[in-house]
Every structure is written in C-alpha cells, then in structure tokens.
C-alpha cells in the first residue's frame, strides 16, 4: 500500500483511543485531525500517542476542511446517528462507528440509509468479534464439535445498550450471523438510570430464538456473575468462552476440558493480559477495514448491518417488556421502547433522581452530556 488511510476522529474519549490504537497498531492510517468540544482532550491524544494533529471544536469544520478517507465516531450514543449522517455527506471511505450503532432504532436506520446514499462503508465498533476466542468458537460450531446448539447463556450489567449489545452481537458471530426470530424478556426500572446519556434500565431478562433452532439467554445485573463471554451447550458438548480463553468440553475430549488461548494477529496474549481483548480486538478491526477499502475483501464482518442487527435485539427487549408479548423481528418501532415505558408513566422511576453511571467521564463541571448534533460530546462511546 502506497500511501495511509488519513483518519479525522470525532469525540476523543475512551473508546475512540481504542479506535487511534488500532489504527497505529495496523500500521495502515495516519490520524491528521481531532474534533472535540474539550481542548484539553485533543491536546491529551496528541501529548499520548504522539500527535501533531489539527484540532478543531466544530466537527463539521474539521470534515469539510480535512477531509479524511476514515470517520471515527466516538461521541456518546445520541450523537451516533446525528455524526455518522453528517460525516456520510461528506463521503469519506468509512466510517467507524462505536457501539451501540445509535440511541434508536430510527436512527441506526438513518444511519444505514445515509451511507448508503454517499457509498460509504459503515462499520459498528463490536471488535470482540476479532478475538481469536471468540473466531475459534464459531468455527468450532459451525464443524459440529458441539453437536447442534441449543443454548448460549450471558451475563450482563450496566445496561443492555451498553454492556449487552456486544452479546447479542456475539451470539449472532457464534452462530455464523443467524437471524434472531423473536425476542420476549422483561425489565426493571426503580430509579432514573442512564449510562452515557442514555436511559437504561436497572436490570433484565432477555431471551432470544434463532432461525437455526438455538436459544440465547442475557441475566442482566440479576446474579453476581458479569463477564464478556458465553456458556454455550451443545447437543453434543459445551463450550465455556471469555474474551481471553475457550474450554472445550464433548465426547472426543476424553472427559477433560480441552483449553485453548490463541493468540492474535496483532498481539500476543500472554504478553497483554487483560488489555488483549481491547488491543487485538481493536487493530484486527481496523485491519480488516482497510482491506475492505482497498477491496481485498468483500465484507467486513463488523459492517453496520450487524451492529443494527445487535441493536434491534436489545430494543426488542424493552418492547417485549413494553407490550407484554413476544416480539417477533424486524422490530417495527423506531424510537426507544424503554423511553415510551418512562415518558408514558407506564415504568415511571419509583424512586426519581436522575443519574449518569458515565458521568465521571465528563471534564469541568458537566455532568450531562448535551447529546446535540450541533457539536461532539467530550467522551466516547
């Protein structure tokens, strides 16, 4: 490849420093520009990895002067749909988006229809499907090592946008990107929870069926037990997977738990630890994307149709809980289940007070994120 990918990053928190790692890492992209309504959060990216970046408080300034082949959208989950939109119009390359795709249904549809107006390729930070854990156990289901699935079991916290739209993704990669037929669960909802701006619930019970026969259940803040990963039983073994590590139990196994740690293309895993999952993940990623770029591949496997995919499932969780009843996919309301169940008075907060579990993100005296279009949050995704 003769010349880099030149990247413009929208909101420079946390995860979008995932994003600028894997970027670096791959070797592939020059990240020229930053937007953010904190200077001190530019000038901290730049102090960190190194950069002699332009800075700019008006995202839209920075994409209509830079330019950049590659969008990262960093910004909280409002300003998701609002960014991605925005940046679509310009027509860079590709956008990556962080996860969850957006706040609403409606707008990761928005999402999807904007870059595929401007022919810009859209993926959905879901990065866990680059860990070599979690490739192997897909592959290990699809030959047959466990017989035919019948159950993934999930734990979860922190909100089903946030936390658990990874799982609904992970199932969907578990079992070769199979369709979710019907969602029905429940939730609870006591007090005025949001994580990063968006209203959340206080904990839930999901459940999903699968074209192909399998099931997949979510425990959401309901037991003690929180973790990336899956038990998955098989008609004819188990499978025990984190985001590090997978063990293997059927009848070729003699008894014995098979264990297997493989490392990834990027890093090695005994080297990283607990920061693999988000190295590797993170630069595989990006790899991957500029391939598809430069048409090595025909598809990303984190392309924006997963991520909403992911999405959906998770809001068919609060409509199921909304409507008493199982909903059976596509879902067909746009907005937020969970925000019609509040704002109706139907799941009204028992013991009000609203509170961000994000807010600590947040820099000076904010402690809301404004979630507008007009400008970029401070912290990612």
Known sequence: MEDKLRVGVIGCGGMAKNHV?????????????????????????????????????????????ERPDVVSIGVWHKGHAPWTIAAAARRPKAILCEKPMADTMQGAEQMRIACHRNDVKLIVGHQRRFLPAYT??????AQGAIGDVQLIQSYGAEGLPNYCSHQTDMFRYLLGDDECE??????????????????IEDCAIALFQFRCGARAMILCEVTPVVYQGAHIYGSEGMIDLSTTELRLLNGSAGGDWQVHRPDGAFYRLDEQGRRFEWLEGSAAQVNELADWI??????HRGRGENGFKALEMI????????????VVLPLQTRVSPLDLMVESGHLAPQRPGRYDIRAFLLRGERLWSDGSPDGPDEEGG
Do not use: P
């Not at 969602?183 to 209203?199: A, L, S």
């Not at 430069?294 to 598809?299: C, D, L, M, R, W």
């Not at 809001?315 to 199982?326: G, I």
């Open 294 to 299: 430069e048409g090595e591949v025909e598809t």
């Open 182 to 199: 019907w969602v029905m669960g429940n939730v609870e909802r006591k007090t005025d929870r949001y994580e990063r701006g968006t209203r």
């Open 21 to 65: 790692r894997g970027y670096l890492r791959s070797g592939r992209y020059q990240v020229v520009a930053l937007a953010d309504l904190s200077e001190e959060a530019m000038s901290g990216y730049d102090t960190e990895f190194g950069f002699s970046t332009q800075h700019y408080e008006d995202a839209r300034e920075m994409l209509d002067a």
């Open 136 to 141: 192997l156990a897909r592959d290990l289901i």
């Open 315 to 326: 809001h068919a969780v609060y409509e199921s809980a909304r409507c008493h009843e199982k």
